[in-house]
């Protein structure tokens, strides 16, 4: 467990997160647990050496045995140079069995992301880039706040498909001022650059941020949920029309690149944080914690684990097999009945022997999740 967390028997953990939480600027929408400190800062060093610590610990602890995905994560480590991340990438890869057939992904964002930069982290293990874009539109990104034009991205992405083959770029939909051409431009213009994996997210307007603030103030429109449900059909169009699956409410790739360690958050693999707030669960077959910065957030039994796993799968394209669902109506009688509810509802399909999201039920998320979680209760 994560230093100050209780401690249990439990399955060996499958996923580990490592969080870096420094960034050249705070984006207006962005409530992380992130600081926008300069790359030369003392306190990045002084986190980074306390996080190669961690590492080494729970390798002697046995705890990085059995990992198959690994993901590096912020904030924006490209942001914290190539010394930094050479220290951090060479530790995991003499803790652990860090070989071609674990997924590394690596965060990073285009004004810090060089062609240096690309080279070297490959060497050092990493196989997958993730790459925060949001847009390929000037004019929106200066609205979110970020810290590069278009032709930063562009040119990152380049540089990233110099080594990479798996390539994920993010963008944002739903942003006002925003079009729907000017979104869909956004997605061809991934696609074109050579991306192998795009993640799309509506905007979210977070307490206590600068957005949140200039809503409030009259200054910025909330997003509009029904504009942000037509952008994710807007991408799900595209992507599909280029040979992209969705195979997750927010996530699309071609054949052969979804992305492992998102997988793993969504089928209730045991994942290991390392880093201020990064979270681990740890489970076993009678209970299932989750510990971020020592406090325990979640401590389900069976039946509110089982309830957990039907609504985590319906987050995935592939939902959940018969016998899942089985299995789960064996700890929670009413789940037979509340998946035939959800049928009727168009929240969900019954096809081929697996219980599938519909496109209206990802679009009415909290009723289809609420549904299912609330069967523990």
């Known amino acids: 467990m994560t230093k100050g967390g209780p401690l249990m028997p439990h399955d060996p953990y499958r996923a580990l997160y490592v969080h870096l939480p420094f960034c050249v600027k705070?984006?207006?929408y962005c409530d992380f647990a992130t600081a926008a400190v300069p790359a030369d800062a003392p306190e990045i060093d002084a986190y980074v050496d306390e996080l190669v610590l961690d590492i080494r610990r729970k390798a002697k602890e046995g705890e990085l045995g059995a990992l198959e995905t690994v993901y590096v994560g912020g904030g924006t480590p490209s942001h914290i140079g190539l010394a930094r991340l050479s220290m951090l990438l060479y530790t995991l890869s003499l803790s652990m069995h860090l070989?071609?057939?674990v997924e590394c992904t690596m965060e990073a964002n285009p004004e810090s992301l060089m062609e240096r930069m690309v080279r070297d982290v490959w060497a050092l293990g990493v196989n997958r880039l993730s790459i925060g874009v949001q847009s390929f539109d000037d004019d929106v990104l200066r609205t979110l706040g970020r810290a590069h034009s278009s032709d930063d991205a562009r040119r990152a992405i380049e540089a990233a498909r110099t080594r990479f083959e798996n390539v994920s770029v993010d963008l944002m939909c739903g942003i006002p001022g925003q079009s729907a051409e000017g979104?869909?431009?956004?997605?061809?213009?991934?696609?074109?650059?050579?991306?192998?994996?795009v993640?799309?997210?509506?905007?979210?307007?977070?307490?206590?941020?600068?957005?949140?603030?200039?809503?409030?103030?009259?200054?910025?429109?909330?997003?509009?949920?029904?504009?942000?449900?037509?952008?994710?059909?807007?991408?799900a169009r595209v992507l599909d029309s280029e040979g992209f699956e969705r195979y997750e409410v927010a996530s699309y790739a071609r054949p052969g690149f979804a992305c492992r360690h998102n997988i793993a958050y969504w089928t209730g693999v045991p994942y290991l944080g390392l880093g201020r707030s990064a979270a681990t669960m740890t489970q076993n077959a009678q209970r299932r914690m989750r510990v971020k910065d020592g406090q325990v957030t979640d401590d389900l039994d069976p039946r509110q684990m089982a309830a957990e796993n039907l609504m985590l799968g319906m987050r995935m394209t592939a939902g959940v097999s018969d016998e899942h669902a089985a299995r789960?109506?064996?700890?929670?009688?009413?789940?037979t009945t509340v998946l035939a509810d959800l049928e009727r509802q168009g929240l969900v399909e019954h096809?081929?022997?697996?219980?599938?999201?519909?496109e209206r039920g990802w679009l009415c998320g909290n009723e289809l999740y609420g549904a299912l979680f609330d069967l523990a209760d």
């Open 199 to 235: 993640s799309v997210y509506p905007l979210t307007i977070e307490p206590h941020t600068p957005f949140d603030a200039a809503v409030l103030a009259g200054e910025l429109e909330e997003p509009d949920d029904d504009v942000e449900a037509a952008h994710m059909q807007i991408a």
């Open 328 to 335: 789960a109506a064996e700890l929670l009688p009413e789940a």
């Open 99 to 101: 070989t071609p057939e």
């Open 26 to 28: 705070r984006c207006a």
């Open 351 to 358: 096809e081929g022997g697996r219980w599938r999201p519909t």
């Open 183 to 197: 979104f869909e431009a956004s997605v061809r213009e991934a696609v074109r650059l050579g991306a192998t994996h």
